[in-house]
């Protein structure tokens, strides 16, 4: 997992898999960054997610929640067709936005 | 001549073997050289099972015993995903979209549609204080 801070957005570049026992440290981490760089909105990157399943979905539900108290957004870009399966089949997808490109979300959550 | 084979694997509710259930579900079903698509639908849906069994069936600890019968027939996969945890006390009501018992945990209450979505038939069999068995089948080549 890495880390980029633009303006006020956190960009989160995640890796490998999001399933119940990878989230435990990534929501971890996401909260930690998120407060320590008083940012304000998040942007994740998921171009090297192969994998994710509705804890996935938890986890970004989760920090909608932490996000929107700061008055932010999440955005997220790079999403497989795979994995835009089940943020539509959430209904995730109407809180936050997948953007074609890193500087369109980038463009839209300033 | 139908093709036909079947596995049985058993392992401890420890949430890192929720990675390996997929790929060992995976592995074997890829014989039947599906989709990537199709396999990644499968893994999505044994991946809810077990996360299931190890969060609810047994409350996160990783001290129960989880068992995965998988077997194919021609392009018709079978897959049943066992706990002997503490079994769903409505399973009409569990199954119900974004319904979830859990409290503090960021869960979505979205594993039995992801299933449902993503394999033909899904059954539940469960008793409270007896386990649970999730049963589900999916035909390869199909939409």
Redesign the interface.
Known sequence: MDFVMVNRTLVVILEG?L???T??AI?QNVDREYQKKRAKNLLFDFANIN?M???G???L??RYRNVAICGGEIGLYNVSP?AQK?LV??GIHKLMKAYATKQEALEFLA | MPKKNSMKIQFSSN??N??FA?VAVAAFISQLDPTV?EI?DI??AV??AV?NS??HGYEGRDDGEICINCAYEDELISIEVTDNGKGIVNIEEAMTTLYTTSRD????G??F??ML?MMNEVHVFSEVGNGTTVKMKKTLGVE
Do not use: N, Q
């Open positions: 898999e399933d119940h026992h989230c435990v929501r994998f399943d509705s804890s979905i938890g986890m539900m989760g795979e089940i089949m959430s | 949430s890192s929720e990675s997929r698509e990644y893994k999505m991946s809810e996360t190890i969060i945990e960021e869960r979505a979205l594993g549609t992801v979505s």
